[in-house]
């Protein structure tokens, strides 16, 4: 989907991007062979032209930082497919709501082979370096909670990669409410350990650890392992469908 992508260039925006697509060229080397059957003018061609000129040099040598910054955030799922062999799965356990008040418990992140977990008193610190290796994260309403978070705690992480919030894109093809619902929908299954478990009922198993009960941290850690992983399982699903939604969208 990148490679058909043309809003992250400068003074190019949805409405062009759609035009080009509902004229049947979708990919930038479709736009290059068939630039005069397009309905746009001379100027915005040149404009476009030179875009993929650059596109394709950042592209080819990962510049995952220049499409973080060219694209808009809601349309970093694009990149998807180009950056995925560099992605973590992020997702974080917290005594509360607010990153002013309450403490970062759990980190899990996922690199599509592996779960690691990071947790408060042992190794959280090791999330710095950790989170820095990957160009792509993939959270889930992550925009909001999870990195803002982690960000307060951290604020010498960057954030600089591309990051797929799932909540958008998803909700863009009709799956809305929070991701238990949305697993149950797409018929992803939890442990029987593990079902029934939320972000309150998550608190309480960290509480009960901090009192002694090594079983809650465990049970607390495949929560969220399963949280992670299912996150790749979705957009495993689902990632398809956010591509056809886009063109259907243009051509509507």
Same mark, same amino acid.
């Given at each position: 989907?990148?490679?058909s992508?043309?809003?992250?260039i400068?003074?190019?925006?949805?409405?062009?991007?759609?035009?080009?697509?509902?004229?049947?060229?979708?990919?930038?080397?479709? !736009?290059?062979? =068939?630039?005069d059957?397009?309905?746009?003018?001379?100027?915005?061609?040149e404009?476009?032209?030179?875009?993929?000129?650059?596109?394709?040099?950042?592209?080819?040598?990962?510049?995952?930082?220049?499409f973080?910054?060219?694209?808009?955030?809601?349309?970093?799922?694009?990149?998807? +497919?180009?950056?995925?062999?560099?992605?973590?799965?992020?997702?974080?356990?917290?005594?509360?709501?607010?990153?002013?008040?309450?403490?970062?418990?759990?980190?899990?992140? $996922?690199?599509?082979?592996?779960?690691?977990?990071?947790? +408060?008193?042992?190794?959280?610190?090791?999330?710095?370096?950790?989170?820095?290796?990957?160009?792509?994260? &993939?959270?889930?309403?992550?925009?909001?909670?999870?990195?803002? !978070?982690?960000? =307060?705690?951290?604020?010498?992480?960057?954030?600089? =990669?591309?990051?797929?919030d799932?909540? $958008?894109?998803?909700?863009?093809?009709?799956?809305?409410?929070?991701?238990?619902?949305?697993?149950?929908?797409?018929?992803?299954? +939890?442990?029987?350990?593990?079902?029934?478990?939320?972000?309150?009922?998550?608190?309480?198993?960290?509480?009960?650890?901090? +009192?002694?009960?090594?079983?809650?941290?465990?049970?607390?850690?495949?929560?969220?392992?399963?949280?992670? &992983?299912?996150?790749?399982?979705?957009?495993?699903?689902?990632?398809?469908?956010?591509?056809?939604?886009? !063109?259907?969208?243009?051509?509507?």
């Amino acid at each position: 989907m990148l490679t058909s992508t043309y809003i992250h260039i400068p003074h190019i925006g949805k409405t062009i991007e759609h035009r080009i697509w509902s004229s049947g060229i979708k990919t930038w080397s479709e !736009f290059i062979e =068939q630039q005069d059957t397009i309905p746009i003018s001379a100027a915005k061609k040149e404009t476009i032209l030179a875009g993929i000129d650059e596109s394709n040099d950042r592209l080819n040598a990962r510049d995952f930082n220049f499409f973080a910054n060219a694209l808009p955030r809601s349309e970093h799922w694009r990149a998807y +497919r180009h950056f995925s062999d560099s992605v973590a799965f992020v997702d974080i356990e917290t005594t509360g709501l607010s990153p002013n008040y309450d403490d970062l418990t759990v980190v899990g992140i $996922y690199d599509g082979k592996d779960a690691k977990t990071y947790i +408060r008193g042992i190794n959280l610190d090791d999330i710095v370096d950790e989170l820095a290796k990957y160009e792509l994260l &993939v959270t889930f309403n992550g925009a909001r909670f999870d990195l803002p !978070f982690i960000k =307060q705690k951290y604020p010498q992480i960057e954030f600089n =990669q591309l990051h797929i919030d799932l909540m $958008y894109p998803l909700r863009r093809i009709g799956l809305r409410g929070g991701l238990k619902n949305i697993e149950r929908t797409l018929g992803i299954s +939890r442990s029987d350990e593990t079902t029934g478990i939320d972000g309150f009922e998550a608190v309480r198993l960290w509480r009960r650890y901090e +009192r002694g009960e090594k079983d809650a941290l465990e049970l607390l850690l495949e929560y969220n392992r399963e949280d992670i &992983v299912n996150l790749d399982t979705i957009i495993g699903m689902t990632h398809q469908k956010f591509v056809d939604n886009a !063109f259907s969208v243009a051509n509507y």
